[in-house]
C-alpha cells in the first residue's frame, strides 16, 4: 500500500464526508433537498449578457441577488453563473414551486431595482426559457 493507494482513499473519505453530511450546494436553507422540490415546478433559464466594459459592473449589481432570492421561502433553487469561455454571458437557473411564486419573485422591490440598472450594463433584456420540472423515474 504506497501513497498513491492512501490519497485515492483520502479522496474517497472526503467524498463520503461531504456527502453523508447532505451538504445542499447552492441553497442556504437547511435540510433542502431534491425531495421537496415538487413535481411539475417551474423552472427559469435565464441570460444575459454585459455591454463591453460593463462585465464587472453587471456582476456587482446581480450578486448581491443571490443572498435575496435563496433568503425567499418561496425559491428553491438559484444559481447565477458566468460562462468561462465567454466572459459577460451570465445565466440563471432557477425554481419556484409555481408560475405564480416566480412572478411573486419577480414583483421584489430587490428584483425591479435590478432590472431598471439594465439598459446601463446589459445589451438587450434578460433572454429566459420557463420549463417544468420532471419527476424522477418512479416518483
Not at 37 to 50: D, L, M, R, V
Request: overall charge positive; hydrophobic content about 45%; aromatic content about 12%.
Amino acid at each position: 500500500m504506497g501513497v498513491k493507494w492512501f490519497s485515492r482513499m483520502s479522496i474517497v473519505m472526503m467524498a463520503f464526508c461531504v456527502f453523508s453530511m447532505k451538504i445542499a450546494v447552492g441553497q442556504t436553507v437547511p435540510g433542502m433537498s431534491y425531495a421537496k422540490i415538487p413535481k411539475g415546478a417551474y423552472s427559469i433559464i435565464a441570460e444575459i449578457h454585459a455591454k463591453p466594459g460593463k462585465r464587472e459592473d453587471l456582476r456587482a449589481a446581480t450578486l448581491p441577488l443571490i443572498h435575496l432570492v435563496r433568503s425567499d421561502p418561496k425559491n428553491l433553487v438559484y444559481f447565477f453563473q458566468e460562462d468561462r469561455e465567454h466572459p459577460g454571458r451570465f445565466i440563471f437557473f432557477e425554481v419556484f414551486a409555481t408560475k405564480e411564486d416566480f412572478e411573486a419573485h419577480n414583483n421584489m422591490p430587490y428584483v425591479k431595482e435590478w432590472f431598471a440598472k439594465l439598459p446601463e450594463l446589459a445589451d438587450g433584456g434578460v433572454t429566459t426559457t420557463r420549463m417544468e420540472v420532471q419527476p424522477a423515474a418512479g416518483k
